[in-house]
């Protein structure tokens, strides 16, 4: 990762790389996450813990505390990776480790783990604006998330909306092997809805307990 990266998630909260994975790889890993979807393999994702409380009040700020239930939140479906599981996550999760070492060495945040599930958003599916980082467990700490859309159009929606402090909130497209990075703590986010499949790959980095 180049040191423009790290210096701009430093100074912003978040970073993109428009080319990460290479294209053979993308292909692989967007082959097997629409394979996990079209074997039903797939499962209704749920955030499973608490969370914050202001993820809830960016939803519905007249109700601050009816929290909303999982399926007014997001409608995307997942599946965790495991290693071992094939190459192309394994290659994957290597990129990731040596990821890992670098944001460690560059800025001593004491990564020890990530963790990572593809995800497939249907037409029409979104996760409405939320946090990453949970109530509960605040191991969470870089967000990570890595798109295998090819040829993807603007018009087709899908973008990961960042809402930045002080500015306009900023669209990103799911471009194929493209990866944004962003503080799991503090970025709100959301995913609009779009108008074809949008798979993905999304991950944290976890500091130790
Ligand atoms: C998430 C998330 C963003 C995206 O899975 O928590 O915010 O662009 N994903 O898919
Ligand atoms: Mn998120």
């Given at each position: 990762?180049?040191?423009?990266?790290?210096?701009?998630?430093?100074?912003?909260?978040?970073?993109?790389?428009?080319?990460?994975?290479?294209?053979?790889?993308?292909?692989?890993?967007?082959?097997?996450?629409?394979?996990?979807?079209?074997?039903?393999?797939?499962?209704?994702?749920?955030?499973?813990?608490?969370?914050?409380?202001?993820?809830?009040?960016?939803?519905?700020?007249?109700?601050?505390?009816?929290?909303?239930?999982?399926?007014?939140?997001?409608?995307?479906?997942?599946?965790?990776?495991?290693?071992?599981?094939?190459?192309?996550?394994?290659?994957?999760?290597?990129?990731?480790?040596?990821?890992?070492?670098q944001l460690n060495r560059d800025l001593?945040?004491?990564?020890?783990?990530?963790?990572?599930?593809?995800?497939?958003?249907?037409?029409?599916?979104?996760?409405?604006?939320?946090?990453?980082?949970?109530?509960?467990?605040?191991?969470?700490?870089?967000?990570?998330?890595?798109?295998?859309?090819?040829?993807?159009?603007?018009?087709?929606?899908?973008?990961?909306?960042?809402?930045?402090?002080?500015?306009?909130?900023?669209?990103?497209?799911?471009?194929?092997?493209?990866?944004?990075?962003?503080?799991?703590?503090?970025?709100?986010?959301?995913?609009?809805?779009?108008?074809?499949?949008?798979?993905?790959?999304?991950?944290?980095?976890?500091?130790?307990?």
């Amino acid at each position: 990762m180049s040191a423009g990266f790290i210096t701009h998630l430093v100074e912003y909260g978040w970073a993109r790389q428009a080319i990460f994975l290479d294209a053979d790889l993308t292909l692989a890993l967007a082959a097997e996450c629409q394979g996990l979807n079209d074997q039903n393999l797939l499962r209704i994702a749920k955030t499973g813990r608490v969370t914050k409380p202001d993820m809830q009040m960016g939803l519905q700020p007249k109700i601050q505390n009816q929290a909303k239930t999982e399926a007014q939140l997001r409608s995307d479906q997942i599946s965790w990776l495991s290693i071992g599981q094939s190459l192309a996550c394994d290659q994957y999760l290597l990129l990731m480790e040596s990821l890992r070492q670098q944001l460690n060495r560059d800025l001593f945040l004491g990564l020890d783990d990530y963790e990572s599930h593809f995800a497939f958003y249907a037409p029409g599916a979104f996760y409405a604006q939320h946090r990453d980082r949970f109530q509960d467990d605040d191991r969470r700490t870089i967000s990570v998330v890595i798109y295998l859309n090819q040829d993807w159009q603007t018009e087709q929606g899908g973008a990961l909306r960042l809402h930045l402090n002080d500015s306009k909130p900023l669209d990103i497209a799911p471009e194929a092997s493209s990866m944004v990075l962003f503080l799991s703590a503090t970025m709100l986010h959301e995913v609009l809805p779009a108008t074809r499949d949008r798979l993905s790959l999304a991950g944290w980095f976890r500091r130790r307990l």
